[in-house]
């Protein structure tokens, strides 16, 4: 009895094993599987012609350079659009994205909060300006004003009228010949008056006094001379006054001027380190149209990206002035300590000395350095 029950025991604890086995090997096969490969979270942000988006699609130069080394290294990539350089970097400091990848400048501030691969890309800052500032109807009317030419501009003018009135009377009286309607003969008193101011000439008129008439008209061509001397130095003068005021050629032009920059841009630190008023622009062709219209007089920003910007579009009047400041290097942003940040570093020297990053960015910027 005791053997029997002792035979079933030990067929029970066999069954159990070996159901127990088609479980095991089970498991064991399915951690032996390669693991699902997630594409990356890629965080870019529209910067041309480092990242632009073509429909629907991102291309630039930093998008066709970030695809081949995601290629060599055998991962996909679903892009995330942000709206400004901050909100990029504060993605990739959360973790939110895998990599940041635009035009991305290595700084010290972001290198405490976010990993960066090899640099890729030499750059620095300058400065753009609206050509057309300062030379404009507007400016110079205003310019005459503030300088006070206006109101000699108005007794000019009244001097004008009472002068035209009284050619008219004096003529009316004493030059049998002249039209006898007044409106006929005050056009052509004003016609004479006219003249004389402003080329200093006087119209063939007879002489009706002799020599007194001859010496008066003398005279009255020397005013003439005077106001059209006058009006021309006084316009000179403002235009060149603000021609002066309003040129901006360098940093050291920008103290009290109002300036674009971008927001958690090195533009926006530099400008605020220096003490200069800013207004936030989202996009560069934000800023350049604040430039134009006024509400600023510059934009600092990335070098490439303004020189870039001005050569792609002739027909706005902006130019980009002076050297290049606070130079600054490209690379992509991660999150700290992420597992890609040495093997896309690798890639990265790799490609500088296959001379792959030169070709691309000749690409883009032609053979210029």
């Not at 674009?260 to 380190?273: C, L, M, N, T, W």
Request: hydrophobic letters at 45%.
């Amino acid at each position: 009895m005791f053997l029997h029950a002792a035979i079933q025991a030990l067929l029970v604890i066999v069954l159990a094993f070996s159901s127990a086995a088609p479980a095991g090997a089970q498991d064991g096969g399915a951690s032996a599987a390669a693991p699902v490969q997630v594409p990356l979270t890629v965080g870019v942000y529209v910067h041309p012609p480092f990242v632009v988006e073509v429909d629907g699609r991102f291309r630039g130069m930093a998008i066709e350079l970030w695809e081949l080394l995601a290629g060599q290294l055998a991962v996909e990539s679903e892009y995330v659009e942000f709206g400004n350089i901050g909100a990029l970097v504060d993605a990739a400091a959360s973790g939110d994205i895998d990599v940041a990848v635009t035009n991305l400048t290595v700084t010290r501030a972001r290198v405490e909060r976010i990993d960066f691969t090899h640099p890729w890309f030499d750059a620095g800052q300058r400065i753009m300006v609206n050509e057309g500032r300062g030379s404009g109807f507007r400016d110079v009317i205003e310019g005459l004003n503030a300088s006070g030419h206006l109101r000699a501009y108005a007794w000019i003018a009244f001097v004008i009228v009472v002068a035209t009135f009284l050619v008219t009377l004096f003529d009316r009286r004493f030059d049998k010949d002249f039209p006898r309607r007044w409106r006929d003969g005050f056009a052509e008193s004003f016609y004479t008056v006219m003249s004389v101011a402003t080329s200093g000439k006087s119209p063939a008129r007879k002489n009706l006094f002799g020599w007194i008439g001859r010496i008066w008209q003398g005279l009255w061509l020397v005013c003439g001379i005077a106001v059209l001397a006058y009006v021309t130095s006084s316009i000179t003068s403002v235009m060149t006054i603000l021609s002066l005021s309003n040129q901006i050629n360098s940093v050291a032009d920008l103290p009290g001027r109002t300036v674009g920059v971008q927001p958690g841009s090195v533009s926006e630190d530099f400008a605020r380190e220096a003490g200069f008023n800013m207004l936030p622009f989202d996009h560069v062709e934000d800023a350049v149209e604040a430039l134009l219209d006024g509400r600023i007089d510059a934009i600092i920003g990335d070098a490439p990206v303004l020189e870039y910007h001005a050569h792609t579009n002739p027909h706005q009047p902006v130019t980009v002035v002076g050297p290049i400041f606070a130079p600054d290097k490209y690379a992509f942003g991660l999150p700290l300590n992420s597992e890609f940040t040495r093997a896309l570093s690798v890639e990265l020297i790799g490609a500088h000395e296959s001379g792959l990053i030169e070709e691309i960015r000749i690409g883009y910027f032609g053979n210029d350095p």
